[in-house]
């Protein structure tokens, strides 16, 4: 498609649970990439796959999350025993190149609340 | 990674020009300077890019200090839709984007 899309649009988690959260890229663009919001201005970079391979992944915090990008299917974040702070809109974006200077294309994020 | 200095907010009336400044001494002599913005309850989208000369696009125009320790994004006539937190990005040999606190701008009708 043409644009990012994110499932689902919120998320609800007791602390603890797992949390799984998608995203299908535009069609055509080979890197991905996950930022989390925490608060409004805040954004933290997780990881980016190239493809299905992992292209960065200095953001990602090694315990609780992981993430993939299979062919022929949406891209995953997983978060395995939410905690409070894990509370954010998590957005995806994608773009056609690793150039510097080539454009992302965000989603409309997922809001994760962890209660 | 380049730090960045944005004003936390901004205030425009409709129809006026905005002058977003961005300050990013650290900046490496190869990278270019993205903007981004975020609209409310959305993601980020792109805005423009530059590496040492001005450039413009549909949206807006870029003007670069000759040093490149400095940007300014120039919204030509402000619209009630430019209501966003906007974002001087600047970009190092990775993809990621490294956001800072960004400019609030609020435009009045």
């Known amino acids: 498609g043409e644009e990012v899309a994110q499932t689902p649009k919120h998320l609800v988690r007791g602390e603890g649970q797992k949390a799984k959260l998608y995203c299908a890229p535009i069609?055509?663009?080979?890197?991905v990439f996950w930022y989390q919001q925490v608060l409004k201005n805040e954004f933290k970079f997780l990881i980016s796959?190239?493809?299905?391979?992992?292209?960065?992944e200095t953001g990602m915090p090694k315990e609780r999350f992981s993430a993939k990008c299979l062919p022929n299917s949406p891209c995953s974040l997983e978060i395995q025993a939410t905690k409070l702070e894990d509370s954010a809109v998590y957005f995806c974006?994608?773009?056609?190149?690793?150039?510097?200077?080539?454009?992302?294309?965000f989603g409309p994020g997922t809001r994760l609340t962890v209660l | 990674d380049a730090k960045t200095t944005q004003p936390n907010s901004m205030e425009s009336n409709e129809e006026e020009p905005v002058h977003l400044p961005c300050n990013h001494s650290?900046?490496?002599?190869?990278?270019?300077i993205h903007w981004y913005r975020q609209l409310p309850s959305q993601g980020p989208e792109y805005v423009i890019h530059?590496?040492?000369s001005n450039v413009n696009n549909r949206m807006a125009s870029l003007a670069i200090a000759e040093d490149r320790k400095s940007s300014t994004l120039i919204l030509h006539r402000a619209t009630l839709r430019d209501a966003a937190v906007y974002y001087c990005?600047?970009?190092?040999?990775?993809?990621?984007?490294?956001f800072g606190t960004g400019t609030r701008l609020q435009v009045f009708p």
């Open positions: 974006a994608s773009s056609q190149s690793s150039l510097r200077t080539d454009t992302q294309y």
């Open positions: 069609k055509g663009h080979s890197y």
């Open positions: 796959f190239q493809n299905e391979n992992v292209f960065d």
């Open positions: 650290t900046i490496s002599g190869t990278d270019y």
């Open positions: 530059g590496l040492t």
């Open positions: 990005i600047p970009g190092e040999f990775t993809d990621k984007l490294i």
